[in-house]
């Protein structure tokens, strides 16, 4: 079988020519076969060097000629243009051409009047395509080839059709994020609408309906602690003011707004919170479901149950400082005692585990040790836990879990317990109606309100040594160079 491949500018006689000769051939032999590709004329320059460069040709006039070697495989044949086609088809199929000049200028701008409609109801079409705007900084670090697959989904996304990402990384390479961008279009998923690619903050945001705030510092460990600790932290405290103001100029005014970070997760939130002031703080959450889970696989390890047996286990403060994990809402399904039930059937867990009290009390260094131990065998990494709790929040925030379900995520708690403002703390919360509301039905005594004092007063204390290294750093314009 022969197929010719024939690309001209819309508006080229010649090509025309060659058009209406291609179709006589297919008309009259079985086995002759021609594509068609039609370029307007100010595309035509660029679109004839990419395509030559990537074959090897060249070519410089209109139409570009070739001959597809379908049964061989491999790159076509270049056969030329319209003078190089017509003398091929005299040699071997018989046949010229003998097209007057005012027919072949009459289908020529019949084919350019074509291409023109054609590019309009494309552009039309696209029009009325409204992608969901997703932003994700930090797109190179471990999470991302977990989240991404699971993210574009019609289970976290139930009402989208289209999903717009984009991928962010100040610390990154170019190179690395156009292979994330490759290898994110090859899944062919449904809802991805087009992935573009950012390494500086010119564009950051933009239009954003859901922006995913992943990354982690980079700084160089050889210094001391407290001097590597102070860079972390001015470090963190320049780009996520930059962040904040971003996100207050160019992402949409409903964006859901998500912090994950292994440090200063709060703080990072909090500071979002100071710089996007036209935008709801009740946008703005800091993962603390990652503890949460942590914490139920460590009550169901105890319990021998499986972790999705235990629920409502509440997370309060510092996600990644002083924290305390509470069970006086726990409850535990599917439990192997003396009483038993469907399953549905839950009992509490303080009240199953005779050691209860001791449990809780034990339970902040469980967990800190399961999450050193999973650190420190994957590099760090903990990617799975971290994106399986972003794509839970998700799912709860777009109204995909039930109503009455308990989440421990850092908010901003004005007024709640006596806390001060511009505090952001692991609180209990549910989601509905597309935004969340702290829990008011949880017992607060005397100890626990006592240690939410403390959590605050340590927040506090990292915001006042982030602002206080901004101002003895650099000035304003060079510190914003830290940021890109």
Same mark, same amino acid.
């Given at each position: 079988?022969?197929?010719?491949? *024939?690309?001209?500018?819309?508006?080229? +006689?010649?090509?025309?020519?060659?058009? /209406?000769?291609?179709?006589? =051939?297919? &008309? !009259?032999?079985?086995?002759?076969?021609?594509?068609?590709?039609?370029?307007?004329?100010?595309?035509?320059?660029?679109?004839?060097?990419?395509?030559?460069?990537?074959?090897?040709?060249?070519?410089?006039?209109?139409?570009?000629?070739?001959?597809?070697?379908?049964?061989?495989?491999?790159?076509?044949?270049?056969?030329?243009?319209?003078?190089?086609?017509?003398?091929?088809?005299?040699?071997?199929?018989?046949?010229?051409?003998?097209?007057?000049?005012?027919?072949?200028?009459?289908?020529?701008?019949?084919?350019?009047?074509?291409?023109?409609?054609?590019?309009?109801?494309?552009?039309?079409?696209?029009?009325?395509?409204?992608?969901?705007?997703?932003?994700?900084?930090?797109?190179?670090?471990?999470?991302?080839?977990?989240?991404?697959?699971? *993210?574009?989904?019609?289970?976290?996304? +139930?009402?989208?059709?289209?999903?717009? /990402?984009?991928?962010?990384? =100040?610390? &990154? !390479?170019?190179?690395?994020?156009?292979?994330?961008?490759?290898?994110?279009?090859?899944?062919?998923?449904?809802?991805?609408?087009?992935?573009?690619?950012?390494?500086?903050?010119?564009?950051?945001?933009?239009?954003?309906?859901?922006?995913l705030l992943l990354d982690e510092c980079s700084i160089a460990d050889n210094e001391n602690e407290k001097e590597h600790e102070r860079k972390k932290l001015t470090h963190i405290s320049d780009r996520y003011r930059e962040y904040g103001r971003r996100i207050d100029t160019q992402a949409n005014k409903e964006v859901k707004v998500i912090v994950s970070a292994d440090s200063f997760a709060n703080l990072r939130c909090s500071l979002l919170l100071d710089n996007a002031r036209s935008i709801s703080n009740r946008q703005f959450v800091t993962m603390a479901t990652r503890l949460e889970t942590e914490a139920r696989a460590t009550v169901a390890k105890k319990l021998k149950v499986r972790p999705s047996d235990v629920t409502d286990v509440i997370t309060w403060g510092n996600v990644s400082g002083s924290f305390y994990i509470d069970l006086q809402r726990a409850k535990v399904f599917n439990y192997d005692?003396?009483?038993?039930?469907?399953?549905?059937?839950?009992?509490?867990?303080?009240?199953?585990?005779?050691?209860?009290?001791?449990?809780?009390?034990?339970?902040?260094?469980?967990?800190?040790?399961?999450?050193?131990?999973?650190?420190?065998?994957?590099?760090?990494?903990?990617?799975?836990?971290?994106?399986?709790?972003?794509?839970?929040?998700?799912?709860?925030?777009?109204?995909?879990?039930?109503?009455?379900?308990?989440?421990?995520?850092?908010?901003?708690?004005?007024?709640?317990?006596?806390?001060?403002?511009?505090?952001?703390?692991?609180?209990?919360?549910?989601?509905?109606?597309?935004?969340?509301?702290?829990?008011?039905?949880?017992?607060?005594?005397?100890?626990?309100?006592?240690?939410?004092?403390?959590?605050?007063?340590?927040?506090?204390?990292?915001?006042?040594?982030?602002?206080?290294?901004?101002?003895?750093?650099?000035?304003?314009?060079?510190?914003?160079?830290?940021?890109?």
């Open positions: 079988m022969a197929k010719f491949v *024939l690309a001209g500018k819309a508006d080229c +006689p010649h090509y025309a020519k060659a058009e /209406l000769l291609a179709d006589r =051939l297919q &008309g !009259s032999l079985p086995d002759f076969r021609i594509h068609k590709i039609s370029i307007l004329p100010d595309e035509w320059e660029e679109w004839l060097e990419a395509t030559c460069n990537r074959n090897g040709w060249k070519h410089k006039h209109s139409p570009l000629i070739w001959r597809e070697l379908v049964a061989r495989g491999g790159r076509g044949m270049l056969l030329g243009g319209f003078s190089d086609f017509l003398e091929h088809c005299q040699h071997y199929y018989s046949i010229t051409s003998d097209m007057p000049t005012d027919i072949m200028l009459s289908v020529a701008a019949e084919n350019l009047e074509s291409k023109v409609n054609l590019v309009a109801e494309e552009q039309h079409r696209i029009s009325l395509i409204k992608p969901l705007h997703i932003w994700i900084s930090g797109a190179l670090g471990t999470t991302c080839p977990f989240l991404i697959p699971n *993210l574009l989904s019609a289970e976290v996304f +139930p009402n989208i059709s289209a999903i717009s /990402l984009h991928l962010l990384d =100040l610390d &990154g !390479s170019e190179g690395e994020l156009q292979q994330l961008r490759m290898e994110t279009e090859d899944l062919a998923l449904h809802q991805l609408y087009q992935v573009t690619t950012h390494t500086d903050l010119e564009q950051a945001f933009q239009e954003a309906h859901v922006i005692g003396p009483i038993k039930g469907p399953a549905s059937f839950s009992q509490p867990v303080l009240k199953i585990l005779t050691e209860g009290k001791r449990l809780q009390a034990e339970l902040q260094d469980l967990v800190r040790r399961r999450r050193a131990a999973k650190a420190s065998a994957a590099c760090g990494g903990a990617a799975m836990s971290r994106g399986n709790a972003i794509l839970r929040v998700l799912e709860a925030w777009n109204g995909v879990c039930a109503s009455q379900e308990v989440f421990s995520i850092g908010g901003a708690c004005h007024g709640y317990c006596d806390l001060p403002d511009g505090i952001v703390l692991s609180i209990p919360v549910t989601f509905t109606g597309g935004g969340w509301s702290a829990r008011r039905d949880v017992t607060v005594d005397d100890e626990l309100r006592g240690r939410l004092r403390l959590f605050a007063e340590e927040l506090r204390q990292e915001k006042r040594l982030g602002a206080e290294h901004c101002r003895s750093g650099p000035d304003p314009e060079e510190r914003s160079q830290v940021c890109k």
